[in-house]
């Protein structure tokens, strides 16, 4: 059974960083497009940043570029979204998603294009 697992979410004041985790398996690591997604209440689930575990190849949404980096231990089956100058807006739960139908790259669309999904972790980030 696929599972992915989040984890390293909570509460952080305005300008913290947190690290999260999503550890993965059952699925080939290493022909995968592994994803961050957020969903805050009221709004769409958003695509924040994607890893191509194959290639190293790397995607961010505006809103995080400059202050979030993804990253992939291929040895670990785990994927690693630093956050960096955290603010209001990116209170939400934090979800982790695979896209693994022969994945050479990162794919870069909507949460249609992944098809596992962990159960997510929720990030607060107060003033």
């Known amino acids: 059974e696929v599972q992915l697992v989040e984890s390293g979410g909570g509460s952080v004041q305005t300008g913290g960083s947190l690290r999260l985790s999503c550890v993965t398996s059952?699925?080939?690591?290493?022909?995968?497009?592994i994803g961050w997604f957020r969903q805050a209440p009221g709004k769409e689930r958003e695509g924040v940043s994607y890893?191509?575990?194959?290639?190293?190849?790397?995607w961010y949404g505006d809103s995080v570029k400059a202050r979030f980096t993804i990253s992939s231990d291929n040895a670990k089956s785990t994927v690693y979204l630093q956050m960096d100058s955290l603010n209001a807006e990116d209170t939400a739960v934090y979800y982790c998603?695979?896209?693994?139908?022969?994945?050479?790259?990162?794919?870069?669309?909507?949460?249609?294009?992944?098809?596992?999904w962990g159960q997510g972790t929720q990030v607060t980030v107060s003033s």
């Open positions: 998603a695979a896209a693994c139908r022969g994945v050479d790259t990162v794919v870069i669309g909507g949460p249609e294009e992944y098809d596992y």
């Open positions: 059952e699925i080939t690591f290493d022909e995968c497009s």
């Open positions: 890893v191509g575990t194959r290639d190293g190849s790397t």
